[in-house]
């Protein structure tokens, strides 16, 4: 993720509340269980099951997951392009 900063990701994960569903190490208080636990993201192979998961697609999947999966509990939460090359850039770090 050319231009995308870790360290800014890791602030918008905690601005949105991420950790509310999901484990996501190294960010306090982010112990949800609603969703999939974030750590070691970087092995994962698809997202939700379906889309493969590359830091593109993951990307995308954070802007706008009920374009992928739209029974998805996951909601849109406003994050732009740009913020969720942040977070993706995070996630990856691990
Ligand atoms: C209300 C709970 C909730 C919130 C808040 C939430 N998510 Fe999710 N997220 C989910 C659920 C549930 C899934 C599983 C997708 C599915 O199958 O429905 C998911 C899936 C994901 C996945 C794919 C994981 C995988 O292994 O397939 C990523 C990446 C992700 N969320 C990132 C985020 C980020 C980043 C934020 C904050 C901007 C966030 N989520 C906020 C509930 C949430």
Known sequence: ??????PR??????YYGCGA???ISGIDQAD???GP????FAERRYVSGRLAATPASVAQW??????YLPQTIMPTLGVTPGQARDIVAY???Q
């Not at 990701?9 to 905690?14: E, N, V």
């Open 32 to 34: 949800g269980r609603v």
């Open 91 to 93: 996630l990856y770090r």
């Open 21 to 23: 569903c999901h484990r």
């Open 9 to 14: 990701g890791r602030a918008l994960i905690t």
């Open 1 to 6: 993720m050319p231009g995308a900063s870790a």
């Open 37 to 40: 636990s974030l750590e070691g």
């Open 62 to 67: 954070i802007v706008d997951p009920q374009r």
